[in-house]
């Protein structure tokens, strides 16, 4: 008798942690939606399953709002339930309260005067990189999206701003469409940070360091000025080139400029 129930116990705690692995699913890393399948969106960092109501999640889960136009499955309990409301408030708490990973910088160029005139106004970018506190490199930028408002002669084609190390720091390559990424007067770039491929997450006092033509490179170049601004809202930059999100104005500079992150959002 005594080996039967501990077959049956046995059993019944492997049928138990099987539900409970088909509850949770297998959880995919991600950064924006476009990393995960069509039923599924990014959600710190994880892939979750989309959903209009709690019907559709699996047991144990929730369906809670992402933002107005997007919800996601989470494990969680029914807010129906009132002998569960204080786990399931702590949940959604929790939820609510985490910080959106950042993982886009604008850098947006506010030069005037006599660096918008002639044939390459405004900041000419060499490289970007993100650092650590201690100055490792992190991650170096990858252009996403070109907003160049500058005039004609403008290099556009950002090459050099590949998530790839230049091929030297510090120093003042030769001026060209494969070197420099020119924003023209009040043009801007989104950058995202790759370490072999793989974007790389902006940290609190972390820092990033913009190697900039103007002013420090051959004699007779202008000083050029620019703002580095994050950006919250990943997908919609990366995917769509909206910088509605880019509202985080950290600091501005010109030349090389190194610019410590003192908040995300």
Do not use: H, W
């Not at 339930?81 to 939820?95: D, E, P, S």
């Not at 500058?150 to 590949?162: F, I, M, R």
């Amino acid at each position: 008798m005594n080996i039967t129930k501990r077959i049956l116990g046995m059993l019944f705690i492997g049928l138990a942690s099987t539900a409970l692995f088909i509850a949770c699913g297998d959880e995919t890393a991600c950064v924006t939606d476009t990393d995960c399948d069509g039923s599924e969106i990014c959600m710190a960092d994880v892939c979750r399953l989309k959903c209009t109501t709690g019907a559709e999640c699996a047991e144990g889960e929730v369906c809670n709002t992402a933002d107005s136009a997007r919800s996601f499955c989470e494990p969680g309990n029914d807010p129906n339930n009132t002998t569960n409301n204080t786990t399931n408030n702590t949940t959604n708490n929790t939820t609510n309260n985490t910080v959106t990973p950042v993982y886009v910088a604008l850098i947006q160029d506010t030069t005037t005067g006599v660096g918008c005139d002639g044939d390459n106004p405004g900041s000419d970018l060499i490289y970007v990189a993100l650092e650590a506190d201690d100055g490792t490199v992190k991650g170096y930028g990858e252009a996403i999206f070109e907003d160049y408002l500058g005039d004609e002669n403008v290099y556009t084609l950002g090459a050099n701003l590949d998530g790839a190390a230049p091929n030297s720091t510090n120093t003042c390559p030769e001026f060209n469409e494969d070197n420099v990424t020119a924003l023209g007067c009040g043009g801007s770039v989104g950058i995202r940070f790759l370490n072999a491929g793989t974007p790389v997450e902006i940290l609190l006092n972390d820092q990033i360091r913009i190697y900039e033509f103007g002013g420090q490179c051959p004699t007779g170049t202008t000083v050029d000025a620019f703002d580095l601004i994050l950006c919250s809202d990943t997908n919609a930059v990366v995917n769509d080139s909206n910088t509605a999100s880019c509202t985080n104005n950290l600091a501005g500079g010109e030349g090389e400029t190194v610019i410590t992150i003192t908040s995300t959002f």
